[in-house]
Structures are given as C-alpha cells and as structure tokens.
C-alpha cells in the first residue's frame, strides 16, 4: 500500500517537489518495498488492479447450478450439452458449474470423492470429459448467449494435492507441525495458510488460467468468508484486467462485497427453515428481508431454495417446504435478489442427490416445472421493478403467515401475495400504491386491484400480479 502511495504522489501534477526531495525518496524507496515484503498478510497492488465494477448484465438475471456427476447418467460435459436449449428456452442466462477439478483420491470420502477436495487447480476431472470437451461446452454456451460461472475452492485443496510435496509452506500446521484440515471433519482436505505471499500469487494464477484457456465469466467462491477480504480484493483487481467477471461469495458478510457482487442469502434461507418447523415467525423472517434490502448499492443477495448442500444433507424443497415448496421459489424469483435454481428443480427432483456416489436425476417424462420458471425468469428480464434499483414495500396484511409486497421501479410494478402456511388464508391489505390495473402472470388474466382488498388463499397459494410498460 505504502508502494501505491508513493506512485500517486510522484505522479501527482500538484505535488512538486525538487530534484533533492526527489532523491530522498528514491533513496528511501527500498525501505518501503522492504517494509511491504515484511507483512506477506497483505497483497502488494500492482497495475494490474483496477476498482470493481458490476458486471450489468446480472442485476436481472438469474443462476442455474449445474452438478455434472448427476445431471445424466453419463455424468459428462457432453451428456450435460444436450441440455442447453432446453436451458435457454427456459430462460437461465448463468450457469454455474460445481467444482471441474480431480478430486484427490487420498483420505477420499465414498467411491467417488467430494467435489471439493480438489487435487489439482489446473486440471479437469476426468469423470467429466477432457479440457477440450470444457472449453467447446464453453464456447457453445457463450454461442446461446448465457454465462459460465465455475465453483472455486479457495480454503483448501485435497489430501494429495501437489502443493502438498512442493509447497508445505501453503497450508495450515497444528504445534506439532502436522498439516491441519478445514476442520475435523473434513477430513479429506488440507486447510491452506493465507499468510503465505506465494500461495496468494499460486492461487491468482490458477485463477486466470481458467479465463485465458477457457473464457469462463466468472467465480463462485466456495467458502469465501474462510479467506481473508484483502485477497479477495486483490484477486478480482488482477482477474478482471483479463476481463469483466462476476465473482459470488458462499458467505453472508456484508464486508465481502466489497470484492463480490453477490453474496448468499443464507440468513433468510434458515430462517425460512425454521419458520417452516414452527421455530420462527414470518415477523422475523421480514426482519431479515429488510436488512438486504439496505445493502449498499450495485450489492445483491443469492436467494434460493436448494443448492447441492441443501438437496443432499437437508433435503428437497418438497422435504423441507411441503405444499409451500413453489411459495417459497416464487419470493426467491420476486424479491430483490438473484435467484438460483438447483440441477433438477424443474423436473421437479424429488430426491436426494447423493453426494460422494453416482446419482443422476431422472429426467424421463416431462418437465413439469419449465412453464412455471420460465414465467417467473422471462418477467425478471421484461419488468423494471425486478431489476436493479427497484424498491420495494412490504404490506401489512394482518395474517401471520402472509407474505405480500410490491416491487416498483418507474412504471412498472411486481406485486406478490404468498400463504406459506398449511393452512387456508383469509388476508386483506390497504394501501394506495396498490391501486392499479394489472395482469396475473401466472393466468394472463387483466385484473384491477383497488387501495383495499380482502383475498382467501389455500395453503401455500401465490399470486403474482405485474405492471410490464
């Protein structure tokens, strides 16, 4: 940092000085260098650093996670491309795929290993195909027009990880000099040590071969809070020289976004949980809404309903949600957010994925779930109050278990009612922004809403109403 500040005020029009002062800091150049060198925690900037900037083509977008192993049964980069026009008709504009990697074999976890125990940050599993076989699923995805996001595993490698042999030095020792994991038990994996200048420099260059071989669009950082922020920062300033990306952090710390554009709504996915188990009301749940909605701006948050954790450790949606399961991902698709749909949701998969075996989800028979995201993904892309800079007001409806709101941005407006309980709703609300004429966007149907209005609402019924000029 000490290095930067001495460029800007060398370079600085204002600042003259003479040819002494000059010298004198010349002289003292060295000792700055050498008091940077001093603290390896800290990332020295160079010019390949540049501020952050939001790539825009997210704000009113959506993300589809792609697990490779168990979308097919072949469990490949080619069997999975059969499904790209489907994707695109659908209307996901990201995919983001789980970890590409080898998974190290040593300390391994059932027959085919976890996902995140990487071996090799250059590499390719071979379960999946060849880097060439990546790089045209790449090229065919961009030739759709949708992005490419892959899964990077920053906290740790695997238990037999080259670094291992080469570079002892990159990970974490207990007192008695043994390399540590993560924690007890992961106990496949081997926790690296972030103090470490050449660890940091080792991992931005894996970093980038992935852009310049493969021309990915971004990162999706597995476990980002576990590194430290600065890192972070310096990763993105010398990744997006090479280009634009969009970076998504597995955290729920409002300091990381100054180095992410999206971080993950975790806070109010646990406690959509425990409200669902009784353990919570829809009060508190409100609580957490409106604390994302006060991020600063150009910051978003990651809401969903299923992710490869969830699915194989907590369940389906159907499991966790019952009859409120489509509810709950009509609020991720309307609130202000981006919203994620797991491999198989539009199925739907009503299965646990299994996590260190081969699975494959069935995808016989139709899809019965594609015209339900497909509406909810297309009135993301067309109306202005789900995109960036839209408010959004929540309305008292006096009901417990009644979640309505309305979204506006110009003209345009998203209004949303949801019964998330088991039980029937009787729910009414009074409010002039409400007023308007709109058009159901599930029926089509033209429908005029006064100030006042009383609804009865099934268990785990919705309805969302927009305003599209």
Not at 217 to 234: L, S
């Amino acid at each position: 940092m000490k290095e930067l500040i001495f460029r800007k005020l060398v370079k600085s029009k204002s600042y003259k000085i003479s040819i002494m002062k000059k010298s004198l800091l010349f002289l003292l150049l060295p000792l700055i260098i050498f008091s940077c060198k001093e603290k390896d925690t800290k990332p020295v900037f160079t010019s390949e650093v540049k501020p952050t900037v939001h790539p825009s083509w997210i704000m009113q977008g959506n993300i589809y996670e792609v697990n490779v192993r168990q979308y097919t049964p072949e469990g490949t980069f080619n069997a999975f491309a059969k499904h790209l026009d489907r994707l695109k008709e659908m209307g996901v504009q990201t995919l983001w795929f789980m970890p590409l990697n080898p998974i190290s074999k040593k300390d391994r976890k059932g027959v085919l290993g976890s996902y995140y125990a990487v071996s090799d940050y250059k590499a390719i599993n071979p379960e999946y195909g060849t880097i060439d076989d990546w790089k045209q699923l790449v090229r065919t995805i961009h030739d759709k027009g949708m992005k490419v996001l892959i899964d990077w595993v920053p906290n740790h490698t695997g238990a037999d990880h080259s670094w291992l042999k080469t570079h002892p030095d990159f990970y974490v020792k207990d007192s008695n000099g043994v390399i540590i994991p993560p924690n007890p038990d992961w106990t496949d994996t081997r926790k690296l040590n972030y103090d470490n200048r050449k660890l940091r420099d080792s991992m931005i260059d894996a970093m980038k071969f992935w852009l310049t071989e493969t021309d990915i669009d971004g990162f999706r950082c597995d476990m980002a809070r576990t590194v430290p922020i600065d890192f972070w920062v310096e990763a993105r300033g010398r990744c997006d020289v090479l280009k634009p990306l969009f970076w998504l952090a597995e955290c729920e710390i409002l300091d990381y976004h100054e180095a992410f554009d999206l971080t993950y709504g975790w806070e109010a996915m646990r406690g959509i949980d425990a409200y669902m188990k009784g353990e919570k009301t829809l009060a508190e749940i409100i609580s957490i809404l409106t604390i994302y909605t006060r991020y600063p701006i150009g910051s978003r948050k990651l809401l969903f309903t299923s992710n490869h954790d969830e699915n194989s450790d907590h369940g389906t949606e159907y499991e966790k949600y019952g009859v409120a399961a489509l509810a709950v991902a009509v609020f991720s698709c309307t609130w202000p957010g981006i919203p994620l749909i797991y491999s198989g949701q539009e199925k739907p998969n009503k299965k646990r994925l299994a996590f260190f075996e081969k699975d494959f989800i069935d995808w016989e028979g139709p899809v019965e779930l594609d015209s339900f995201y497909t509406t909810l993904l297309t009135i993301r892309k067309k109306n202005k109050a789900l995109q960036e800079s839209a408010s959004v007001l929540i309305l008292p409806t006096a009901h417990p278990d009644v979640l309505a709101y309305l979204c506006r941005r110009q003209a345009d407006r998203v209004l949303v009612l949801i019964n998330f309980s088991k039980q029937d709703a009787q729910f009414h609300f009074n409010h002039p922004a409400v007023a308007a004429n709109y058009k159901n966007l599930f029926t089509g149907e033209d429908v005029t809403i006064p100030r006042e209005k009383s609804f009865h609402f099934l268990p785990g019924e919705y309805a969302v109403y927009h305003i599209t000029t």
